[in-house]
């Protein structure tokens, strides 16, 4: 009767399969708003005067930054900008201390993360729609999305320790005492978490269906000798 089911029923996915899906999808929500979004530090608006705002891995806000290259104190920097902008006046002097050796880390590594994240959104659509149980790479195709997803997890994992160990610490951003970990950094971890599961439930549903197939196949072998 199994064999029966293995058989006639090959589109069917286990339950591994399905939760990592969902799983896969919550993540890439999570990770792309946590790229997206500048909010990873945030000073506290309850305090008067704080000179820092907000910040994410491309952003940065001021309330009013004085530039430590100007010994007059004659220029501020207020609003938010891209940690590139090339118009604002001495702004890519001040890059060097925007952005110190352990946050372009933090960029690299999550970057990388995001990256290996979107070619799984292809391969996983492919997943569901291209490739049947009975396509000589199906399996593989499974194994390779979890793989990718446990080492996308991985770099992120590097990502979010060494901004959660730096980045709101007393040698980077002005009024450190009044700065927290903010909510993109909490979806970022969230979405890290969410990519080693789905990555091990891809892994899973993969070995399950490595198995039917090896069923199927003996099952097929076994008809053709019994009908010789």
């Not at 996983?124 to 990718?148: A, Q, R, S």
């Not at 490595?210 to 008809?223: D, P, Q, V």
Request: charge should be positive; aromatic fraction near 18%; proline fraction near 5%.
């Amino acid at each position: 009767m199994d064999m029966e089911y293995l058989d006639y029923h090959p589109l069917r996915r286990t339950l591994a399969g399905r939760f990592a899906i969902g799983i896969f999808v919550i993540g890439v929500i999570l990770i792309l708003i946590a790229f997206a979004t500048p909010y990873w530090l945030e000073s506290d608006p309850r305090i008067v005067g704080s000179k820092f705002e907000k910040l994410g891995l491309w952003t940065h806000c001021f309330r009013s930054l004085p530039d430590p290259y100007v010994q007059n104190l004659s220029r501020f920097y207020s609003g938010c900008r891209w940690i590139f902008d090339p118009f604002t006046t001495g702004y890519s002097e001040l890059r060097g201390f925007l952005v110190p050796p352990f946050f372009v880390a933090v960029q690299f590594f999550f970057t990388i993360c995001f990256i290996i994240l979107l070619l799984s959104c292809i391969l996983v659509p492919m997943y569901l729609i291209c490739f049947g149980p009975d396509h000589h790479y199906y399996v593989l195709l499974i194994k390779v999305i979890g793989i990718l997803l446990i080492f996308s997890g991985f770099l992120g994992s590097i990502a979010v320790i060494v901004f959660g160990a730096m980045g709101d610490s007393r040698a980077w951003m002005p009024d450190w005492q009044n700065n927290y970990l903010s909510w993109s950094f909490a979806l970022a971890v969230v979405g890290v978490v969410c990519e080693y599961v789905a990555g091990i439930l891809f892994l899973v549903e993969g070995r399950v269906q490595g198995r039917k197939r090896k069923l199927r196949e003996s099952h097929s072998a076994y008809t053709m000798e019994t009908k010789a």
